[in-house]
């Protein structure tokens, strides 16, 4: 534990609960709306071929993720944290967004 603390700049134990428990809810919310959204637009049933219907249903559990994991780690008082986290990991994927995530300063790691 004393890696995550370090690697991700927190300093208690409690801090470091709340940011595991934000990524467990996270994922299992993002799954959960996910198969309702689904079944919402009816997708199952109009696409025919599994591998499409698959990479449509992992395109919405991705989406859905980041939304949910900075609104989840609000609720649970890592803002900060999570902002920061998303803030990286979109710019590592070339999803800059400019004037809304800015460069990730060096001392944003």
Known sequence: MRHFKTRWGITTNFQLGMIL??????????????????????????????????????GFVLILYQFLLVII?????????????????????????GFLFSKVKKNDK
Do not use: C, P
């Open 21 to 58: 428990i934000s990524f467990a809810l996270t994922g299992t919310s993002s799954m959960l709306i996910t198969k309702k959204l689904l079944l919402f637009f009816n997708i199952e049933n109009e696409v025919k071929n599994n591998l499409l219907f698959y990479i449509l249903k992992l």
């Open 73 to 97: 780690g609000a609720l649970l008082g890592q803002f900060q944290f999570f902002w920061k986290f998303e803030k990286q990991l979109l710019t590592k994927m070339g999803f800059g967004f």
